[in-house]
């Protein structure tokens, strides 16, 4: 019954230095209903968010979010990481419902 | 009967929490805060008292649109293992419920930053609460003009 999680996009700058401070920028589609609307027939359309979103680097955590309904549809997080050595972030989203979205970004240092 | 008379006594509770709450704050931060809120950064911070400073919320002065406000949180901090912002909770004070979010923060993030969109139902104060890994809680607020309210109505 829940509603779809998009695919998660992620962005990191083209050209990462060791020990270079960067931001992190995500999005995922979702609608983020916040139980508060009711459809037509006046019935509470029932909560349905991510409530969740976590960033670990090679198993460490880096950065999490409680969410709530307050934040918009298709949430857009942001936040920085310091690039001290190559290595996999694992970033996952989930929903009220328990349902996950999970996605690795590689992040390579420049020469 | 019986469950009206305990709604009744929690509802009268959860309206004691928030006047110990508003109380407790410093003034500035409390001023003209909504029970419903204060009681939220209780639940969170428990009777500590944050002090004002050091977490700055930026927020655009006037949004169009409530749906989607782009909120970004900044906390002074050197970010070491010594020394670094645990966690910054948000919160809108005059929407239906107070809490907006919760960022959790490590020293591998380098600096303290969060960026992210937020929903704002009216006119408000937004309001962030920082915790340190001394223990120490700071405080600060921002309010954003709504010209179209963002909770689906």
Wanted: glycine content about 8%; charged content about 20%; aromatic content about 4%.
């Amino acid at each position: 019954m829940a509603a779809p999680i998009g695919q998660p996009r992620v962005r990191l700058p083209a050209q990462i230095k060791a020990g270079e401070v960067i931001e992190i920028r995500t999005l995922i589609s979702h609608i983020m209903e916040t139980g508060q609307r009711r459809n037509q027939e006046g019935q509470i359309i029932p909560r349905d968010i991510i409530k969740s979103f976590t960033c670990t680097f090679e198993g460490q955590p880096v950065f999490s979010m409680d969410l709530h309904p307050a934040i918009s549809a298709n949430p857009y997080i942001a936040f920085p990481f310091k690039a001290e050595r190559a290595g996999n972030l694992e970033m996952v989203w989930t929903n009220d419902a328990g349902e996950q979205r999970k996605l690795t970004q590689a992040v390579r240092l420049a020469e | 009967m019986m469950q009206a008379t305990t709604l009744g006594r929690r509802g009268a509770l959860a309206a004691a929490a928030g006047l110990v709450g508003l109380s407790l704050l410093p003034k500035p931060a409390a001023a003209q805060m909504e029970p419903a809120t204060a009681a939220a950064i209780r639940k969170i911070i428990g009777e500590r008292t944050p002090e004002e400073g050091r977490v700055q919320l930026r927020l655009p002065p006037i949004a169009e649109n409530g749906n989607t406000v782009p909120l970004t949180v900044t906390v002074e901090s050197p970010m070491t293992a010594a020394d670094h912002v645990k966690a910054v909770h948000v919160f809108a004070d005059k929407n239906p419920t107070p809490d907006v979010a919760t960022f959790r923060f490590s020293p591998a993030m380098g600096r303290a930053q969060a960026d992210t969109r937020i929903r704002l139902g009216q006119t408000q104060d937004v309001i962030a609460v920082a915790e340190m890994s001394d223990g120490k809680l700071y405080i600060s607020r921002a309010e954003v003009k709504v010209t179209i309210g963002g909770c689906g109505g």
